[in-house]
């Protein structure tokens, strides 16, 4: 099993629609917790961190599961520029530097 | 302000040889973390140093290895390429060692093994 699982993609969706991500984690001593996009050949960019309390920012809203061990990611409103892949991101109290990533999500947002 | 930079952007080496890739940090930040990224997979995290110490190791093998300069920049080294080597060899900068700051990614070097 993964360290870090993420929904199996790829999601198709309309402009306007809203669309979440789940990402799991396996290892309980995971101490934080973000989501990047990363645009084809390019590198991933951070989207946002992931705090306790859940977080917004514009269009997105990002939730933390501590007991069931899951992240979540919605978008609301998608616009095209959206379409890219979503990497969930979770680093770990133990092996300090070590932040380990998800395979990503891809989402394609059509006219 | 520059970003994280890498160089060099693309190489081809072939099997047995060494190669050695650049990184340097955002102003101001003091880690540099080192990933492989194969296609379709998310990045492999390979290394963290943070004041020039090592921080953190993922599961590759001695055949990498890494260092931090004192201005922060950073060298990764593969020995003995492996055609399983080829792949987007991704640097982040952050301010501080460890999983709780956010990183910012270079372009990557894009390394292509025959």
């Known amino acids: 099993r993964k360290e870090v699982e993420q929904d199996p993609g790829p999601f198709n969706v309309p402009e306007g629609a809203t669309v979440a991500f789940n990402c799991t984690y396996s290892?309980?001593?995971?101490?934080?917790f973000f989501w990047y996009r990363q645009d084809c050949r390019k590198e991933p960019k951070l989207l946002m961190s992931?705090?306790?309390s859940g977080n917004e920012d514009g269009r997105f809203t990002a939730q933390l599961n501590r007991a069931s061990q899951y992240i979540s990611l919605l978008i609301r409103d998608s616009k095209l520029s959206d379409s890219a892949t979503y990497l969930c991101?979770?680093?770990?109290?133990?092996?300090?530097?070590?932040?380990?990533f998800g395979d990503g999500t891809t989402l394609t947002v059509k006219p | 302000d520059a970003g994280v930079t890498q160089s060099p952007t693309h190489l081809i080496k072939t099997r047995g040889q060494h190669v050695t890739l650049r990184c340097s940090p955002i102003?101001?930040?003091?880690?540099v973390s080192w990933y492989q990224q194969v296609l379709g997979q998310g990045p492999q995290f390979i290394f963290q140093?943070?004041?020039?110490?090592?921080?953190g190791r993922g599961n590759f093998p001695d055949r990498f290895s890494a260092r931090q300069f004192p201005n922060y920049s950073s060298e990764l080294n593969v020995n003995a390429l492996l055609l399983g080597d080829s792949a987007l060899y991704l640097c982040?900068?952050?301010?501080?060692?460890?999983?709780?700051?956010?990183?910012?990614f270079g372009p990557g070097t894009r390394l292509t093994v025959t």
């Open positions: 982040a900068s952050s301010a501080a060692g460890g999983p709780t700051y956010e990183q910012y």
């Open positions: 140093y943070y004041e020039k110490e090592e921080r």
């Open positions: 992931v705090y306790s």
């Open positions: 991101v979770v680093g770990q109290r133990t092996n300090a530097g070590k932040s380990t």
């Open positions: 290892n309980s001593a995971s101490q934080s």
């Open positions: 102003s101001g930040h003091k880690s």
